[in-house]
């Protein structure tokens, strides 16, 4: 059955609400529903398997494709959400998956398969090995792989190293006003390298031994412990 706005020969023609007590199933729709129009028990089904206006308020549609997403826009077709398997979604750009969000919860981006609760693929390595449980998160390139902290001129960019009761015990960080990299452990700064690629403790009291070994030192250069 065809519902049409308007009579057309062969279709059954509604020009005014329509008030539908059980199922509706069709095999297509041509125009529009007319306003006021309301289901007020039951399903609206749009054949077989294309989808589904559920009595509670829900809407189920088809599972779609890579190429073909089932929720998508007017005029953009391969942009879009769809379902690749069981509990999974796949977020889709130019009809290449770009986000797949797994049953675990796991979220990949550039990767349908993410190793890691956040895995993020530029291009496959290839590697063999598999990722073990501790690992969190995951970024991976075929070549020199990097990740970029960026800060202003006159801040900082740092990496936290947190637990249950301190959010930065220790840290790595790099200070862009004086281009000097520090280190922390057990909530103080113990070691600064500066920008001349000098280098000194900060703690009261150095207590393990400083061992430097060098190829050749020149007569003229001396290495103070004090």
Same mark, same amino acid.
């Given at each position: @059955? #065809?519902?049409?706005?308007?009579?057309?020969?062969?279709?059954?023609?509604?020009?005014?609400?329509?008030?539908?007590?059980? @199922?509706?199933?069709? #095999?297509?729709?041509s125009g529009d529903f007319p306003n006021g129009t309301t289901i007020t028990a039951g399903d609206l089904?749009?054949?077989?398997?294309?989808?589904?206006?559920?009595?509670?308020?829900?809407? /189920?549609?088809?599972?779609?494709?890579?190429?073909?997403p089932s929720h998508t826009f007017i005029n953009d077709n391969d942009n879009g959400m769809y379902r690749?398997?069981?509990?999974?979604?796949?977020?889709?750009?130019?009809?290449?998956?770009?986000?797949?969000?797994?049953? +675990?919860?796991?979220? +990949?981006?550039?990767?349908?398969?993410?190793?890691?609760?956040?895995?993020? @693929?530029?291009?496959?390595?290839?590697?063999?090995? !598999?990722?073990? #449980?501790? @690992?969190?998160?995951?970024?991976?390139?075929?070549?020199?792989?990097?990740?970029?902290?960026?800060? $202003?001129?006159?801040?900082?960019?740092?990496?936290?190293?947190?637990?249950?009761?301190?959010? $930065?015990?220790?840290?790595? *960080?790099?200070?862009?006003?004086?281009?000097?990299?520090?280190?922390?452990?057990?909530?103080?700064? *113990?070691?600064?390298?500066?920008?001349?690629? +000098?280098? /000194?403790? !900060? $703690?009261?009291?150095?207590?393990?031994?400083? /061992?430097? #070994?060098?190829? /050749?030192?020149?007569?003229?250069?001396?290495?103070?412990?004090?």
């Amino acid at each position: @059955v #065809t519902i049409k706005y308007e009579d057309q020969k062969g279709a059954i023609g509604i020009n005014t609400g329509l008030t539908v007590t059980g @199922v509706v199933t069709a #095999t297509g729709f041509s125009g529009d529903f007319p306003n006021g129009t309301t289901i007020t028990a039951g399903d609206l089904n749009i054949g077989s398997s294309v989808g589904r206006f559920d009595a509670s308020g829900i809407v /189920k549609t088809a599972h779609g494709t890579e190429s073909a997403p089932s929720h998508t826009f007017i005029n953009d077709n391969d942009n879009g959400m769809y379902r690749p398997t069981t509990n999974t979604l796949g977020f889709v750009c130019g009809g290449d998956e770009k986000i797949r969000i797994t049953s +675990g919860g796991d979220v +990949g981006i550039n990767s349908t398969v993410p190793a890691t609760r956040f895995d993020v @693929v530029e291009s496959s390595a290839s590697r063999t090995w !598999t990722p073990g #449980t501790s @690992v969190v998160s995951m970024f991976e390139r075929n070549g020199i792989s990097r990740v970029a902290i960026v800060g $202003n001129s006159s801040g900082s960019s740092q990496i936290d190293f947190a637990d249950t009761t301190d959010d $930065n015990v220790g840290y790595i *960080k790099y200070d862009h006003s004086t281009n000097a990299m520090s280190f922390r452990t057990d909530g103080n700064e *113990k070691f600064v390298i500066d920008s001349e690629g +000098g280098f /000194k403790f !900060t $703690n009261a009291q150095l207590t393990e031994r400083v /061992k430097i #070994t060098a190829g /050749k030192l020149s007569d003229n250069q001396n290495i103070n412990l004090d």
